[in-house]
Nanobody, 119 residues
């Protein structure tokens, strides 16, 4: 069984910062791409950022220059440093990963962590 567990969300003031973490656990052989997605109320889930095993990153235009994704392969963990937050960043943030278990690769989602940007 594989789990992705996010942490670090909460209430933050406009212009503030927050750091999200996502740790993968279970019978993991290898983890390939990992990333963060978000879903705001009444909107579809959207890509925020992804990172490959070798560290290549990709960002949505709306977060470029404000968010930074990083990865710790030893601990099967990714992070999302979120700076200069605004109300439009309010959403549930989900961790996503392509994980190899034995011979098959499957896509997994975390349960999500709420980030609310408000004064």
């Amino acid at each position: 069984q594989v789990q992705l567990v996010e942490s670090g969300g909460g209430l933050v003031q406009p212009g503030g910062s927050v750091r999200l973490s996502c740790a993968a656990s279970g019978s993991i052989f290898s983890i390939y791409n990992m990333g963060w997605y978000r879903q705001a109320p009444g909107k579809q889930r959207e890509l925020v950022s992804t990172i490959t095993r070798s560290g290549l990153t990709n960002y949505a235009d709306s977060v470029k220059g404000r968010f930074t994704i990083s990865r710790d392969n030893t601990n099967n963990t990714i992070y999302l440093q979120m700076n200069s937050l605004n109300a439009e960043d309010t959403a549930v943030y989900y961790c996503n990963a392509d994980i190899k278990i034995h011979v098959s690769v499957r896509n997994y989602w975390g349960q999500g962590t709420q980030v609310t940007v408000s004064s």
